[in-house]
Nanobody, 124 residues
């Protein structure tokens, strides 16, 4: 049974930092594209950062967020610095076995597996 379990969310003041983690189990995800998406109330789910042979970052998080993965532990991380109120959302971990191009990285429909999400709230 494939599972993606996120952790590390919480409440932080603007300018603060959080580190999200995603523990993957049920198979080895080393060949998968993995990513972080987020969804704020009333908004569509959007890609934040994705990683495989290369990385993708949304323009809104470039220079503030860093995605990384530990292949040995089958985990994915998102280091979030200089957080802003507009970063408030539920953050989801996702994995895709079918993505072949960088252009596909930010497309939520390309991902096969999703975690349950972790809430990140940034106060002003």
């Amino acid at each position: 049974q494939v599972q993606l379990v996120e952790s590390g969310g919480g409440l932080v003041q603007a300018g603060g930092s959080l580190r999200l983690s995603c523990a993957a189990s049920g198979r080895t995800f080393s060949s998968y594209v993995m990513g972080w998406f987020r969804q704020a109330p009333g908004k569509e789910r959007e890609a934040v950062a994705c990683v495989s042979w290369t990385t993708y970052y949304a323009d809104s998080v470039k220079g503030r967020f860093t995605i990384s993965r530990d292949y040995a532990k089958n985990t994915l991380h998102l280091q979030m610095n200089d957080l802003k109120p507009e970063d408030t959302a539920v953050y989801y971990c996702a994995a895709s076995s079918t993505i072949l191009t960088l252009r596909q990285f930010p497309r939520a429909q390309e991902y096969d597996y999703w975690g349950q999400g972790t809430q990140v709230t940034v106060s002003s």
